[in-house]
């Protein structure tokens, strides 16, 4: 059985940086996606990263791209985000997720949320003064 979970968030102000993890058990990191997205309340997710493990290759939504960081340590099967030069519009529910083994690289190049049958139960970013 494939579980993640999330930790790392809290209350930050603006400008200020935060690092995310999400430790994966019951998984192997062969072929697969593993990524970020988050919630606002009263938003859709929305995706903000993700990581194909293999090489590693990393992709990002605009919104995030030059701030954002994901990473992964395939010793301790645990993938990163870290956050830089947060904004108020960073205020979210953040979550981890990860795709089947032998998932299609172009899929997780599109942070397709389709992608993903696991999720972790999230943790919360808030960026404010």
């Known amino acids: 059985q494939v579980q993640l979970v999330e930790s790392g968030g809290g209350s930050v102000q603006p400008g200020g940086s935060l690092r995310l993890s999400c430790g994966v058990s019951g998984y192997v990191f062969n072929s697969t996606c593993v990524g970020w997205f988050r919630q606002a309340p009263g938003k859709e997710r929305k995706e903000v990263a993700t990581i194909y493990t293999d090489f590693p290759h990393t992709y990002y939504a605009g919104s995030v791209k030059d701030r954002f960081t994901i990473s992964q340590d395939k010793a301790k099967n645990t993938v990163y985000l870290q956050m830089n030069s947060l904004k108020a519009e960073d205020t979210a529910m953040y979550y981890c997720?990860?795709?089947?083994?032998?998932?299609?690289?172009?899929?997780?190049?599109?942070?397709?949320?389709?992608?993903?049958?696991?999720w972790g139960q999230g943790t919360q970013v808030t960026v404010s003064t």
């Open positions: 997720a990860a795709s089947t083994t032998g998932a299609k690289e172009w899929r997780c190049a599109n942070l397709e949320v389709t992608l993903f049958p696991y």
